[in-house]
Every structure is written in structure tokens, then in C-alpha cells.
């Protein structure tokens, strides 16, 4: 169990995305989650509530893009 499941963790962590602020540049990054807004690790960008606000500026949903961090 240990390497085929550390090897399934990795693979799903490598599958999250990041999406930026485009007014203030935070970045939410699926595989942390937003846990003070009890987001959990882990939650896909299309689980968030839609009422979900930016903590850093109050932007909404809609004023985030998805990015690629290299």
C-alpha cells in the first residue's frame, strides 16, 4: 500500500491548479485549499461557492484565472 498510494497522492497533487486574483494577486492553490474560509485542501476551483470572495481584496470568483506556475 505505501508506494502505489504515495504514488497516487503525488499524481492528484500534480493535478491541481492554481487560480490568481487579477485585482490584488493572490493565488489559490487547489491542492492547499483555504482553510480559514474552511476550504479544505484538496477542493477543485469548480467546488468553491460562487459567492466565494477573495480574503485579500473581496474580488469575486469571476476575477480569478486559472495560471500555470513553472
Known sequence: ??????????QAIKIMKKYLCLICGLIYDESLGWPDDDIKPGTKWEDIPENWACPDCGASKEDFDMIEIT
Do not use: W
Open 1 to 10: 500500500m505505501g508506494f502505489s498510494y504515495n504514488y497516487a497522492k503525488l
